[in-house]
């Protein structure tokens, strides 16, 4: 029975590994084809197709990036918000990029909330002052104001 366990537990973290490394050969090639799509719309001085070309690559990016199990969610979901924040500069009527910006920062009010209300329960708890200052420190980072 040991061996067995064992064995499925192996067997899941190779899984887990090929997961991680075909996501992260998808984010290399998107990462790729941002750069051209960057350097295309640099080149054409605000073309509208460079520009909707450039907003589509962002917005695949940022979905990618979004929901990659090869990136830690402390870092993809910052990541993800700022490129849908970038979409929305170049086109604010994208719809993919409003919905998706609004998920990932309904997500982080909602823990910066639960966050403020745990420091409040227990003002003197170092995990808890430590966890909301963390939290506010991304959001922060990725230009909005604190709740």
């Known amino acids: 029975m040991k061996h067995v366990v064992s064995l499925a537990c192996l067997l899941a973290a190779v899984a887990a590994s090929a997961q991680n490394s075909a ?3 998808q984010l ?11 350097a295309n719309f640099k080149k054409s001085h605000g073309n509208p197709k460079a520009k909707h070309q450039l907003v589509v690559a962002i917005d695949k990016l940022a979905t990618a990036t979004m929901t990659s ?5 402390r870092l993809r979901y910052p990541q993800a918000l700022a490129m849908y924040q ?3 500069n170049l086109d604010p009527q994208n ?5 998706n910006a609004a998920m990932i920062d309904s997500v982080y009010r909602g823990m910066i909330a ?17 966890e909301y200052a963390r939290l506010t420190v991304i959001y922060t980072k990725i230009h909005r104001p604190i709740p």
Not at 28 to 38: M, Q
Not at 95 to 99: F, I, L
């Open 23 to 25: 996501d992260k050969k």
């Open 28 to 38: 290399d090639a998107l990462t790729a084809n941002l750069r051209t799509a960057k």
């Open 69 to 73: 199990e090869a990136l830690n969610p």
């Open 86 to 88: 970038d979409a929305l």
């Open 95 to 99: 719809n993919e990029a409003k919905n």
């Open 114 to 130: 639960r966050a403020k209300s745990n420091l409040a329960k227990n003002p003197k708890d170092p995990k808890a002052a430590s």
